[in-house]
């Protein structure tokens, strides 16, 4: 090798430049994937465990978001700061979205995801922990770092979205956002057998049980792909720079979401409570909340097809709206039930139509996705924190 010959590979006329933390690849950026037409619809490998992973997740998440509000009622010193714990988790998740980007782009899917889901076993150990000798404060450092855990998680979607063809990105992102409704459907049971097993600690033992889910993420991590392929759509799309202005809308109708299903969630459980509702009834209702909050999207792009992104959005923010109203009048589990149900399908079809509307127009990098989650994340800390005034506890 001359002095004038370049140490490293050069990408093709036309493709993306070379990029540093790309360890794992030594293929020019915006190489074809071996095999694949660029125009060809294809999914990105890995993306089975990706949607197992996140369903985990979900699950870790759905055990806790019926136990956070109640637990922190009993332990916070203050009634106002009940919902202290919840708001933790959320600050977690916000914290990670830039870190879980870029850990993403240097060291691959693999250690990144693995890492993520390491933080959240050690986040439910510590809550655990916590709740066995009622010390709040330490119950709110678990629930930031199972917060840390969830905003890895919720990178999936964006994962599963990058490493397929630019015609199958929306569907990629929505069936993995979609599996996180199966983990509601095993939330249940779960939630039995830990009362069952437990009742004198049961939400020790539901904290252990979600560091136990967190361990199975950890698995699915460990057994994906080590990082997405480079397909030749991409290369096209690196020529172009992201459209930040067409960031602003999806982005500011998801926060609008989030904020509104945070606030009515966060309310809820002691709501409940304080109706005489059983807290494994309780648990009941949460998860089939979490049940619509990710299943409708095995549908949403479907009807986004019909209706379009804008108009599937501006429904779910209709139905959140709705679910405000049936909620606060709300005395029995039916109708508590109910508002959950119907605030998580308006989140849903919220979420998932601000996506299409950001897959398809804004060519987001990854540090646009990353601020996406990480507006979203913030708006749920508003709205948990509006709870503990506004909604009844």
Do not use: K
Request: charged share 10%; with cysteine; net charge positive.
């Amino acid at each position: 090798m001359t002095a004038t010959e370049p140490s490293v590979p050069q990408a093709a006329e036309g493709g993306a430049a070379a990029r540093a933390g790309r360890m794992a690849c030594f293929c020019p950026p915006g190489a074809p994937a071996p095999g694949v037409a660029p125009d060809s619809a294809r999914w990105s490998p890995g993306v089975a465990t990706l949607a197992a992973g996140f369903a985990l997740s979900v699950l870790s998440q759905s055990l806790a978001l019926g136990m956070l509000p109640l637990a922190g009622r009993l332990l916070a010193p203050d009634l106002r700061l009940m919902s202290a714990p919840y708001v933790a988790m959320l600050l977690g998740a916000a914290t990670a979205t830039f870190p879980a980007s870029f850990l993403l782009d240097a060291f691959g899917r693999r250690a990144a995801l693995a890492l993520g889901a390491s933080l959240g076993v050690a986040g439910g150990l510590i809550m655990a922990w916590a709740l066995s000798f009622d010390l709040f404060a330490p119950f709110c450092l678990g629930a930031f770092w199972l917060g840390v855990a969830q905003g890895f998680s919720l990178f999936y979607r964006h994962e599963a979205a990058l490493g397929s063809t630019a015609s199958a990105q929306a569907r990629a992102a929505l069936i993995v956002f979609g599996s996180g409704g199966l983990a509601g459907l095993v939330g249940p049971a779960l939630a039995y057998v830990v009362a069952q097993t437990a009742p004198a600690s049961l939400f020790a033992a539901t904290a252990l049980a979600a560091a136990f889910a967190q361990v199975l993420v950890l698995v699915m991590a460990v057994l994906t792909t080590a990082r997405a392929p480079i397909l030749p759509h991409q290369a096209t799309r690196a020529e172009a720079r992201p459209d930040w202005r067409a960031f602003v809308a999806p982005s500011l109708v998801a926060a609008l979401a989030w904020f509104g299903m945070t606030a009515a969630m966060v309310a809820a459980p002691g709501a409940m409570a304080g109706c005489g509702i059983g807290v494994p009834v309780v648990f009941s209702a949460i998860s089939w909340h979490v049940v619509a909050m990710y299943a409708p999207a095995f549908f949403a792009g479907a009807l986004a097809r019909r209706i379009g992104a804008q108009n599937i959005a501006a429904l779910g923010l209709a139905l959140i709206a709705a679910a405000w109203g049936l909620e606060y009048f709300a005395r029995d589990y039916w109708r508590f039930a109910s508002a959950l149900i119907a605030v998580a399908v308006g989140w849903s079809f919220a979420t998932a139509g601000a996506s299409l509307r950001l897959y398809g127009r804004a060519n987001p990098s990854r540090a646009m996705l990353a601020a996406h989650d990480a507006i979203l994340f913030l708006s749920a800390i508003v709205g948990a924190i509006l709870a503990a005034f506004w909604l009844p506890v």
